[in-house]
């Protein structure tokens, strides 16, 4: 299975302050198919998870353009320009390349300082 | 508006069965396959299982596997995960999963205690 590796696991953030979450794969997400299936999920308290980014960069329908994700191979980002209140949460990395099974990094957690 | 409607979680003992229900509107459920995934207290998001479109091809975690059972009725527009011989490590919140991802219910907690 391919292990997703997170990095901070806690983010504390000023608002208005730009945010920053690493993931690592144990292996390339470049699927065959030539796309890289590397999703980036928002759980917030009293919300239903959502996703904000997938295939590395594009961003869902709704999500605020202050959200944005990079990367390639084995290394990705996902970054808040500004951190607003309403972003408070856990941020999760997940690969679709090599499933069964998907899987996710650990959890960032962010909050505001 | 596209929803998603999990039901059926609650409290169940250990060994014993339960089955949960999702109910898919604003769109075309037919035209997706779609999946299960899992919270459990202070852990981690993790996979459970998928169904293919049509219901031909399923696939489960490892950690569930022989257990659980996922199945879709098309003309009811719902999914389902049959969970049997249920252990503590199945407590957890349930979530209905639009293909990889792309659109999640509001979950149900089944909770396995004796």
């Known amino acids: 299975d391919v292990v997703m590796t997170q990095s901070p696991l806690s983010l504390p953030v000023t608002l208005g302050q730009p945010a920053s979450i690493s993931c690592r794969s144990s292996q390339s997400l470049v699927h065959r198919d030539g796309n890289t299936y590397l999703n980036w999920i928002q759980l917030r308290p009293g919300h239903s998870p959502r996703r904000l980014i997938f295939k590395v960069s594009k961003r869902d329908s709704g999500v605020p353009d202050r959200f944005s994700g990079s990367g390639s191979g084995t290394d990705f980002t996902l970054k808040i320009s500004r951190v607003e209140a309403e972003d408070v949460g856990v941020y999760y990395c997940m690969q679709g390349t090599h499933w069964p099974p998907y899987t996710f990094g650990q959890g960032t957690k962010l909050e505001i300082k | ?114």
């Open chain 2, 1 to 114: 508006q596209l929803q998603l409607v999990e039901s059926g979680g609650g409290l169940v003992k250990p060994g014993g069965s339960r089955r949960l229900s999702c109910a898919a509107s604003g769109f075309t459920f037919s035209d997706y396959y779609m999946n299960w995934f899992r919270q459990a207290p202070g852990k981690g998001l993790e996979w459970v299982s998928y169904i293919s479109i049509g219901g031909a091809t399923v696939h489960y975690a490892d950690s569930v596997r022989g257990r659980f059972t996922i199945s879709r009725d098309d003309a009811r527009n719902s999914l389902y995960l049959q969970m049997n011989s249920l252990r503590a490590e199945d407590t957890a919140v349930y979530y209905c999963v639009l293909a990889a991802a792309n659109y999640w219910g509001q979950g149900t907690l089944v909770s396995v205690s004796s």
